[in-house]
């Protein structure tokens, strides 16, 4: 790991597998959806407690956890499985499916920065119709993050140019283009709820009215550097 990233194995930090990688994952996963988790039990751990600097080899402890295993219930009864985890040797990747009736459909990252996130990399969209045995990259929709021309652009840089596209027209015509502050806490909240979960060895429920039982678990004050 290069040295510039070793914060985010102190767990104080809250710069995580689970606040980074969890949180864009599980946010898109219900984006996508249209529907909240209303139910989970989560697991985390540390799968490497020591890691090695590239810099010069020398090894730090981590404290924030690697590992991010979740089961959990959508608006509607839906199931939703995820496991989030890092250092990943070969094919690291985000790969979301989707079940339905009808058929199946995926997002999966690719690219160069495909171990990075989906938030990160770019995206392909495959699906399966029937008793179709193999994935079929799909279209997307020809109006799809046209906003902003991608031309000189890697797909980080796309993406945030397409976000801050959607600020500027919310800003000049209205709207909710882009997530809100309460979005955001909101999503923090969830992250809670699996910290509690994991915490307890405990399935949560969330309460009438969309809120999880849980006060933030976070230190009072961060340690002095």
């Given amino acids: ?3 510039a990233f070793a914060y985010t194995l102190d767990s104080t930090n809250g710069a995580g597998t689970l606040e980074v990688a969890g949180g864009h994952t599980l946010d898109a996963v219900q984006y996508l959806l249209g529907r909240e988790m209303t ?3 989560a697991a985390l751990s540390v799968q490497h407690p020591r890691i090695t600097l590239d810099e010069d080899a020398r090894q730090t402890g981590a404290t924030s956890p690697d590992h991010v295993a979740l089961h959990a219930t959508l608006e509607g009864g839906a199931a939703l499985v995820v496991h989030i985890h890092d250092a990943k040797n070969s094919g690291a990747g985000t790969r979301i499916e989707i079940s339905g009736t009808q058929g199946e459909l995926a997002i999966v990252s690719t690219g160069p920065r495909s171990g990075s996130g989906l938030q990160i990399s770019e995206l392909a969209l495959l699906g399966a119709q029937g008793t179709e045995p193999s994935w079929q990259e799909l279209p997307l929709p020809g109006s799809w993050g046209t906003a902003v021309p991608a031309d000189g652009l890697d797909a980080a840089q796309h993406t945030m140019a397409v976000q801050y596209a959607a600020l500027a027209a919310d800003i000049r015509e209205g709207g909710s283009r882009v997530p809100r502050f309460a979005d ?3 999503l923090h909240r969830l992250l809670d709820a699996v910290r509690l979960s ?4 405990c399935r949560l429920e969330r309460r009438a009215g969309g809120r999880w039982p849980v006060s933030s678990p976070w230190p009072r004050r961060r340690r002095s550097r």
Avoid: D
Wanted: glycine share 24%; charged share 10%.
């Fill in 184 to 186: 955001g806490i909101e």
């Fill in 39 to 41: 139910g989970l039990s």
């Fill in 198 to 201: 994991s915490a307890t060895g």
């Fill in 1 to 3: 790991m290069p040295a």
